[in-house]
T-cell receptor, first 112, second 114 residues
Framework: QKEVEQNSGPLSVPEGAIASLNCTYS??????FFWYRQYSGKSPELIMSIYSNGDKEDGRFTAQLNKASQYVSLLIRDSQPSDSATYLC????????????FGRGTSLIVHP | GAGVSQTPSNKVTEKGKYVELRCDPI?????LYWYRQSLGQGPEFLIY????????DSGLPNDRFFAVRPEGSVSTLKIQRTERGDSAVYLC????????????FGEGSRLTVL
């Protein structure tokens, strides 16, 4: 059974700081990795996807993947209060299974 | 439509009743997923459709849960003999072809079983 682990938080950072969100997964054969943002009372929204080892940058967001360590992270630079949300890590398995398994999410609070 | 549409947004029912939740995916998206989310938890997979067929229903918790997608577009999740433990937000998501795992979610249907 695939497992995706995240610290539930909350992670509290001051405005302008770098927020670092972490995720580990159990299935070594996993191939695709995603970060979703979920505001309170709203549905998840895809913000980043990453498929190969290394870093992928998109604006203030950087996703990092290390398959050997089964670890994926999301960095948010210049954090803003509007970034306050729950960040969900999701992982796809091998064998053509494109059904994401989600972690429980990490709550991020950016305070002014 | 512009996004994934789910109805009703809220449903309150009594234990033992039958419930239907509807999902209208993004036009042209062939892959459709149902998840449910309890407070403080991540979305939990229920069932995945590719076109009209249920490609993977391994997440359905028991035989009280059933879902259909007869014409490859709108899907209905059906729950028989509801129990208090079924209370959750039921999320529908669609994807262009199911080959990427990049999902677009609807706003969910919040089910409360009294």
């Amino acid at each position: 059974q695939k497992e995706v682990e995240q610290n539930s938080g909350p992670l509290s950072v001051p405005e302008g700081a770098i927020a670092s969100l972490n995720c580990t997964y159990s299935d070594r054969g996993s191939q695709s990795f995603f970060w979703y943002r979920q505001y309170s009372g709203k549905s998840p929204e895809l913000i980043m996807s990453i498929y190969s080892n290394g870093d992928k940058e998109d604006g203030r967001f950087t996703a990092q993947l290390n398959k050997a360590s089964q670890y994926v992270s999301l960095l948010i630079r210049d954090s803003q209060p509007s970034d306050s949300a729950t960040y969900l890590c999701a992982v796809n398995g091998p064998g053509g299974s494109y059904i994401p398994t989600f972690g429980r999410g990490t709550s991020l609070i950016v305070h002014p | 439509g512009a996004g994934v549409s789910q109805t009703p947004s809220n449903k309150v029912t009594e234990k033992g009743k039958y419930v239907e939740l509807r999902c209208d995916p993004i036009s042209g998206h062939t892959a459709l997923y149902w998840y449910r989310q309890s407070l403080g938890q991540g979305p939990e997979f229920l069932i995945y459709f590719q076109g009209t067929g249920a490609a993977d229903d391994s997440g359905l918790p028991n035989d009280r849960f059933f879902a259909v997608r007869p014409e490859g577009s709108v899907s209905t999740l059906k729950i028989q003999r509801t129990e208090r433990g079924d209370s959750a937000v039921y999320l529908c998501a669609s994807s262009l072809d199911g080959d990427t795992g990049e999902l677009f979610f609807g706003e969910g249907s919040r089910l409360t079983v009294l």
